[in-house]
């Protein structure tokens, strides 16, 4: 097993990873800081899902595709379902890790509130409360299946709740099933809660059972014993892939009692046929226990709010998905062929490519290294050829390329515009006229020239560019040149004088001093 090494890093230039909040078969989980969002940003914590398959020895190519379309299909899922009462997908991308291990991950909200199986650890729930929260589960699972998506693995510890705790969100989609497949379903889940359609524990062959259809039913199955636990505060372990026949002992002489054994038996039954067929019937049932919590003087009767389950929006919440990912193999990616790096401590992202027409999708940024004592750093030219792998050029830099054209054009107009308006000036005398000399220019003495510092006579001279020498133009200054003598007229009358100064280009009477050669 190797875990990814990602903590005390910066992913993607852009979330500072703070811990590990969990670890699961293939897939890593850490909490991290957006330093692009607002510290009072409801996202300015993140959850960053990282799938990492090689936590496991028996990896082959195989089993590495089905993980990586699982993982995707996880980010499709939540798109679809996209619900207040369902976590939120945040982004997605492809980096590697302080190793060069190359793995995808998803961005996904963080709740801070935890989790419900913790809450229910902590305190017994009240019967409103537990109502309250089951109902914003209704909400969101009725929604999923009205998508087409089964969840699977719906458990008190995939029911998170917000800071406030009045909001739940039902997250891992990680083994969710659109209802219409027609292959065999694999056993997932966990043994309490799975119905036997696809409980691990029934599983007798080589881990998967041919069925009819996939339908709500099973994940209505799964509610009914979270439901139990939520309301009654004690485990349903006893009655593992079998209908919940009775209630705990001490929940027994509630008012309650009654009418919540007779739902959760019809909810649990083996034949998914015999359970209710959608969560708005489970939730209608669910709703009369109304009635036996302390505000049964106001409700005598069943609200129509509650006859359909009602979701509940917290802060920050947006129907809008980010864009679809597309996840490849470590052979797609062709590991092989990526530069090696000379530091080896990076966290960078992937540059996008496209392989077979089918493009990573991820938003291209300059790599970022870090180094060993955290610190980051931009990495090398060499070390960003890793886009030499890409195929055609992603949207996004061809977006780029498009507004560099046009601030391109729009320079050579602005450019344009102040020559012609220079050459207008000048012809009319308004601007003096410069010669139009360059380095590459040379110069022949037509006279005895005194060679001085600067483009002054205040300072005495230097040298002497005697006549018929030839030099060659450095830089020009009004009236003077700087230049650099290339061939002496005569011998020099003093050794000392210097081969590289300024002359004068006009004498006192308006002569010229040197001629320019053409």
């Not at 293939?26 to 009072?40: F, G, H, K, N």
């Not at 959760?264 to 669910?286: C, G, H, M, S, Y």
């Not at 709010?305 to 802060?315: C, D, I, K, L, Y």
Request: hydrophobic content about 35%.
């Amino acid at each position: 097993m190797r875990e990814l090494s990602l903590n005390n890093c910066k992913l993607d230039g852009r979330y500072n990873i703070q811990g590990q909040l969990g670890l699961g078969s293939y897939a890593e989980i850490y909490v991290a800081r957006d330093t692009l969002a607002s510290p009072q940003s409801p996202h300015s914590q993140v959850v960053i899902k990282a799938l990492n398959v090689f936590l496991q020895n028996d990896l082959d190519i195989d089993l590495e595709r089905t993980l990586v379309e699982n993982f995707q299909n996880e980010a499709i899922a939540l798109d679809r379902v996209r619900h207040p009462n369902i976590i939120s997908r945040l982004g997605h991308g492809t980096a590697r890790d302080l190793r060069g291990t190359v793995f995808h991950y998803l961005v996904l909200e963080y709740l801070s509130g935890g989790d419900l199986a913790n809450l229910c650890r902590r305190e017994r729930l009240s019967l409103k409360q537990a109502l309250f929260f089951l109902e914003q589960t209704c909400a969101g699972l009725g929604h999923a299946h009205q998508s087409g998506i089964i969840h699977r693995d719906i458990k008190p510890q995939n029911l998170l709740l917000t800071k406030d705790h009045e909001t739940v969100k039902i997250a891992d989609f990680g083994v969710a099933r659109f209802s219409h497949a027609d292959s065999p379903i694999t056993r997932v889940g966990t043994n309490v809660f799975a119905p036997p359609e696809h409980s691990p524990m029934i599983s007798q062959t080589a881990g998967t059972v041919t069925v009819t259809e996939l339908t709500p039913a099973s994940d209505i199955y799964s509610l009914a014993k979270t439901a139990y636990i939520l309301i009654t505060g004690e485990s349903p372990r006893y009655f593992a892939n079998q209908p919940i026949n009775e209630l705990p002992f001490a929940f027994r002489q509630e008012d309650c009692a009654n009418d919540l054994l007779r739902i959760l038996n019809k909810a649990t039954q083996n034949d998914p046929k015999e359970r209710f067929q959608n969560v708005n019937d489970f939730w209608q049932d669910l709703a009369k226990l109304y009635k036996f919590t302390e505000t049964s003087q106001i409700i005598t009767q069943i609200n129509p709010r509650n006859e359909t389950p009602q979701p509940h929006v917290s802060r920050g919440y947006t129907p809008i998905a980010p864009q679809k990912p597309r996840f490849n193999t470590s052979r797609d990616i062709k590991l092989q062929n990526l530069p090696k790096l000379e530091n080896p401590a990076l966290v960078i992202r992937l540059d996008d490519y496209q392989k077979n027409n089918l493009p990573l999708n991820a938003d291209n940024q300059k790599p970022l290294a870090q180094s060993r004592n955290g610190n980051l750093q931009s990495v090398n030219k060499e070390e960003e050829k890793i886009s030499d792998l890409s195929g055609d050029a992603p949207k996004r830099n061809r977006s780029f390329l498009k507004r560099l054209a046009t601030l391109a054009v729009l320079l050579m107009f602005l450019a344009g515009s102040l020559f012609i308006t220079n050459n207008y000036l000048r012809g009319k005398g308004i601007l003096p006229q410069f010669s139009n000399l360059f380095a590459s220019q040379e110069a022949l003495a037509l006279r005895d020239i005194n060679l001085r510092p600067d483009p002054s006579t205040k300072n005495q001279p230097v040298g002497l560019v005697s006549k018929d020498s030839r030099l060659q133009i450095l830089n020009t200054n009004d009236n003077w040149y700087e230049v650099k003598i290339i061939e002496h007229g005569r011998p020099k009358d003093n050794e000392n004088w210097v081969e590289r100064g300024w002359i004068s280009t006009k004498t006192k009477s308006g002569d010229d001093t040197v001629k320019i050669s053409r």
